[in-house]
């Protein structure tokens, strides 16, 4: 056990799908995965075990921000043995051509967190998925007929953030979307010698203020969660 998670050793599967609400990882566990049961539940993070077509998968809460990400990410991966994790998120898009619902996948992920530069003695370290998974995803997807779009997001500390400049300089360098934990979790993996993606459902769209409601936030990424349960079961 750790200080913020009161599993057993051998709670986990090699990969855990990791949405920020823990919530959300009850939805996924009572509606997605057979047998599920809670292994973890320190501060309410819950986090479950069972199987997707007979395989065993995991999925856990990590809260919201750097900070809270990193901790999870750390302690799955150094006291868990857990492989790879696969964040199922919410951003809020940037890019005009992109909508509320699109699912979106972070081939990297920029940031104003200093979370990685600490990592990596004060310079900047370049926060990438891993390929084999991120190339897993796009075939799995390929094969389900769900469009992806890929490319490079933006991780945020600052939910109300006070550059009024930040959203045109994001645009114009081709940044699709704002989240507040990609650029965390790829820099953990990388600390860790371990496996991470982070995929999105868009639930608001920064510029013309489309945006879902929490309860949809809650329930409707029903694809992304069968893309990447099947993505789940296949890189193990």
Same mark, same amino acid.
């Given at each position: #056990? +750790? ?11 090699? %990969? ?25 539940? %320190? ?12 395989? *065993? ?13 990193? !901790? ?12 790879? !994790?696969? *964040? ?39 926060? !990438? ?5 991120? *190339?897993?995803?796009?075939? +799995? ?28 300089? #994001? ?22 010698? *371990? ?28 694809? #992304? ?12």
């Amino acid at each position: #056990m +750790t200080p913020h998670i009161n599993a057993k050793q051998d709670a986990f599967a090699p %990969v855990v799908i990791m949405p920020g609400d823990p919530l959300r990882a009850k939805f996924i566990a009572e509606n997605y995965l057979e047998k599920a049961e809670l292994v973890t539940d %320190v501060r309410n993070m819950l986090g479950f075990t069972g199987y997707h077509k007979d395989q *065993r998968v995991s999925v856990m809460g990590s809260g919201m921000g750097t900070p809270s990400v990193s !901790i999870y990410a750390y302690e799955l991966f150094t006291k868990y043995g857990v492989e790879t !994790i696969i *964040r199922a998120g919410s951003c809020g898009a940037i890019r005009q051509d992109i909508n509320v619902g699109d699912i979106v996948v972070a081939m990297g992920a920029s940031t104003d967190s200093a979370v990685n530069k600490i990592r990596f003695g004060h310079y900047d370290f370049a926060a !990438i998925a891993d390929y084999t998974l991120l *190339r897993t995803t796009e075939e +799995t997807a390929s094969e389900l007929n769900i469009p992806l779009i890929i490319g490079n997001i933006m991780t945020t500390d600052m939910f109300y953030h006070p550059d009024q400049n930040l959203l045109n300089t #994001m645009e114009k360098m081709g940044i699709l979307g704002l989240d507040m934990e990609a650029a965390a979790l790829y820099g953990v993996a990388a600390e860790c010698q *371990r496996k991470a993606l982070a995929a999105f459902t868009v639930s608001d769209h920064l510029i013309t203020q489309e945006e879902m409601s929490s309860d949809e936030r809650q329930t409707k990424f029903t694809t #992304m969660i069968n893309l990447l349960l099947e993505t789940a079961i296949k890189i193990q």
